[in-house]
T-cell receptor, first 117, second 115 residues
Framework: GAVVSQHPSRVICKSGTSVKIECRSL??????MFWYRQFPKQSLMLMATSNEGSKATYEQGVEKDKFLINHASLTLSTLTVTSAHPEDSSFYICSAGTGSSYNSPLHFGNGTRLTVT | DAKTTQPPSMDCAEGRAANLPCNHSTISGNEYVYWYRQIHSQGPQYIIH???NNETNEMASLIITEDRKSSTLILPHATLRDTAVYYC????????????????FGKGTKLSVIP
């Protein structure tokens, strides 16, 4: 089945540094990928929609200059958390669709646990 | 977006069928019902989806009422590994309009399978 790979699975960084998270579709091309964030005991919240070759679309309340998204190819999207602060500590999850039909399911990566100290 | 309502938690005995309900009374005619689950500290896993007809795959069955206002996910023989949060989602179009789409997650149902 379709596989979405995220890297790294866990990262610890110091406050003020930047962290890059990669999301790859391993066996299919994804023109659109989605980035979600999940705080403890809460549901997934959509942060942004990543479009190959164009600017990402951010959800209300998500700072585009803080969460930089690059979707440079049909199999790779990256999320960079810039100048990270402890409140950015969260579980970040990407997803991608396998095709262009309306009812194709989205598949998710296994997430990246970010801890900012 | 059509909203879904699910019970916050359910228990099921190991080996028995787990029936997880979902209400989506405002669903529109071309919206599909999707089910995903999330095991602790992992990404969501796709289970099944449907429009009008009942669906079955190797993981589960999906029963959608005739008026489409509610559905039930059935895990026929629950195991301990089925303990997870189960999300019922009605699909919307994403901004790109390219056929891909976003999923809006509610709080889901925390299913605990008990030995």
């Amino acid at each position: 089945g379709a596989v979405v790979s995220q890297h790294p699975s866990r990262v610890i960084c110091k406050s003020g540094t930047s962290v890059k998270i990669e999301c790859r579709s391993l066996d299919f091309q994804a023109t659109t990928m989605f980035w979600y964030r999940q705080f403890p005991k809460q549901s997934l919240m959509l942060m942004a929609t990543s479009n190959e070759g164009s600017k990402a679309t951010y959800e209300q309340g998500v700072e585009k200059d803080k969460f930089l998204i690059n979707h440079a190819s049909l199999t790779l999207s990256t999320l960079t958390v810039t100048s990270a602060h402890p409140e950015d500590s969260s579980f970040y999850i990407c997803s991608a669709g396998t095709g262009s039909s309306y009812n194709s399911p989205l598949h998710f990566g296994n997430g990246t646990r970010l801890t900012v100290t | 977006d059509a909203k879904t309502t699910q019970p916050p938690s359910m228990d099921c005995a190991e080996g028995r069928a787990a029936n997880l309900p979902c209400n989506h009374s405002t669903i529109s005619g071309n919206e599909y019902v999707y089910w995903y689950r999330q095991i602790h500290s992992q990404g969501p896993q796709y289970i099944i989806h449907g429009l009008k007809n009942n669906e079955t795959n190797e993981m589960a069955s999906l029963i959608i009422t005739e008026d489409r206002k509610s559905s039930t996910l059935i895990l026929p023989h629950a195991t301990l590994r089925d303990t997870a949060v189960y999300y019922c989602i009605v699909r919307v179009e994403a901004y790109s309009g390219a056929g891909s789409y976003q999923l809006t997650f509610g709080k889901g149902t925390k299913l605990s399978v008990i030995p």
